[in-house]
């Protein structure tokens, strides 16, 4: 069976620092794979998506970056951290050809910027 | 573009009462929706997903949702609530976006409390 992985669940860190979030998939090859962001009160807002190895998208610019660096490996990174990049991020895979994918999601990580 | 509004931020309900959940959509051709739920601090998990064929879709956790395509709503509803079902539930539309790129746009989340 599949399952996914996202680490680290909680995060501190002052405005200014990089970022790294890792999410890993297993149990399935060439997934597509999503990042979101949450925030209180506003749903899940699309970031990032990646269809395969080095194929990333953005959806709203932003200070944040996405690298797939391997086939179930997904970062989101940032070179210097903003009090309002503050929030739970999740991310999801999916295998299909897209108008019947069903995205499965990670258990997130909330990340609080000081 | 899709969209999707979920009217209730917030429903409480008594352990045992019935419970409907609504979500409207707004999108130009045959939608795939799609209820999410999830507790807190925890990732979200698929209740239910509607492609084609019957309008009544049913899900886990004895979930069940009602596409109506004249209304644009694809509610959820539960005949009898359990304390377990405390959590925050997400309606989704999927659509492609131009190209061959398809997404999944959320509404906000409804908050579910259950009072013993």
């Known amino acids: 069976s599949q399952t996914i992985h996202q680490w680290p669940a909680t995060l501190v860190q002052p405005v200014g620092s990089p970022l790294s979030l890792e999410c890993t998939v297993e149990?399935?090859?060439?997934?597509?794979l999503y990042w979101y962001r949450q925030a209180a009160g506003r749903g899940l807002q699309l970031l990032f998506y990646?269809?395969?190895?080095?194929?990333i998208s953005s959806e709203v610019p932003q200070n944040l970056s996405a690298s797939r660096p391997q086939d179930r490996q997904f970062i989101l990174s940032s070179k210097k951290l903003l009090l309002s990049d503050s929030g739970f991020y999740l991310c999801?895979?999916?295998?299909?050809?897209?108008?019947?994918?069903?995205?499965?999601f990670g258990p997130g990580t909330r990340l609080t910027v000081l | 573009a899709q969209s999707v509004t979920q009217p209730d931020i917030h429903i409480t309900v008594s352990e045992g009462a019935s419970l409907e959940l609504r979500c409207n959509y707004s999108?130009?051709?045959?939608?795939?929706l799609f209820w999410y739920v999830q507790s807190p601090g925890q990732g979200l998990q698929l209740l239910l997903k509607?492609?084609?064929?019957?309008?009544l879709v049913q899900g886990i956790k004895g979930f069940e949702a009602e596409f109506k395509r004249s209304q644009s709503s694809f509610n959820l509803r539960k005949p009898s609530v359990h304390w377990s079902d405390a959590a925050e539930y997400f309606c989704?539309?999927?659509?492609?976006?131009?190209?061959?790129?398809?997404?999944?746009?959320f509404g906000k989340g409804t908050l579910l409390t259950v009072n013993p």
């Open positions: 149990g399935t090859s060439n997934p597509n």
């Open positions: 999108y130009g051709a045959t939608p795939y």
């Open positions: 990646s269809v395969g190895i080095g194929q």
């Open positions: 999801a895979w999916s295998v299909g050809q897209g108008y019947t994918d069903t995205q499965y």
């Open positions: 989704a539309v999927g659509a492609w976006s131009g190209g061959s790129n398809y997404k999944l746009t």
């Open positions: 509607y492609f084609s064929g019957d309008t």
